[in-house]
T-cell receptor, first 113, second 112 residues
């Protein structure tokens, strides 16, 4: 079956711009979460959505936001981009129950210049 | 605050040798995840350990979980070059599937 699909895969933005990243989870998965990966901070949780509701949120500024649609697809948005936002943004999906395998997409590489 | 510590962070090992990666975490959790990441790639799920004493094996990799000690190990047997990658352990921050708190990763290099 198809895996977690993220678009775009690579993008370059200028400081002050905003960006929207998209994630299509594995069919049947209702939980979608987002992580930021940087060399300095490692993998950090951004937020998690389940059935269109934000269930958890990480310790990121309000410039980072997300949403989930009725078909479980999710988007995250970063406004007023800063150089430090350059990172690999990973989307993950899973079934609802605890302890299920969490599958990650290929990620979106964001470079802010 | 849940902390997850892996060691070593860098590991260079010869082909054919055995080694263990350790993952310690700071609060009670019954669920621990191991992932592999190749350079420039995403995270590939290796193991999900769901209870104390859980042991799972896949090929040359074996993972175990001791919830009382808050410790998981990833044991590599007779390493081959294809195992070169970065390995992450992760723990649930709270009951439920996510979010995960990741260790900093162990960069493994298997050399001939």
């Amino acid at each position: 079956k198809a895996g977690v699909t993220q678009t775009p895969r690579y993008l370059i933005k200028t400081r002050g711009q905003q960006v929207t990243l998209s994630c299509s989870p594995i069919s049947g998965h209702r939980s979608v979460s987002w992580y930021q990966q940087t060399p300095g901070q490692g993998l950090q949780f951004l937020f998690e959505y389940f059935s269109e509701t934000q269930r958890n949120k990480g310790n990121f500024p309000g410039r980072f936001s997300g949403r989930q649609f009725s078909n479980s697809r999710s988007e995250m948005n970063v406004s007023t981009l800063e150089l430090g936002d350059s990172a690999l943004y990973l989307c993950a999906s899973s079934l609802a129950s605890a302890g299920n395998t969490i599958y990650f997409g290929e990620g979106s590489w964001l470079t802010v210049v | 605050e849940l902390k997850v510590e892996q060691n070593p962070l860098f590991l260079s090992m010869q082909e054919g040798k055995n080694y263990t990666i350790y993952c310690n975490y700071s609060t009670t959790s019954d669920r621990l995840y191991w992932y592999r990441q190749d350079p420039g790639k995403s995270l590939e799920s290796l193991f999900v350990l769901l209870s104390n004493g859980a042991v799972k094996q896949e090929g040359r990799l074996m993972a175990s979980l001791d919830t009382k000690a808050r410790l998981s190990t990833l044991h590599i047997t007779a390493a081959v070059h294809d195992l070169s990658a970065t390995y992450f352990c992760a723990v649930d921050l709270q009951p439920g599937n996510t979010p995960l708190v990741f260790g900093k990763g162990t960069r493994l290099s298997v050399i001939a």
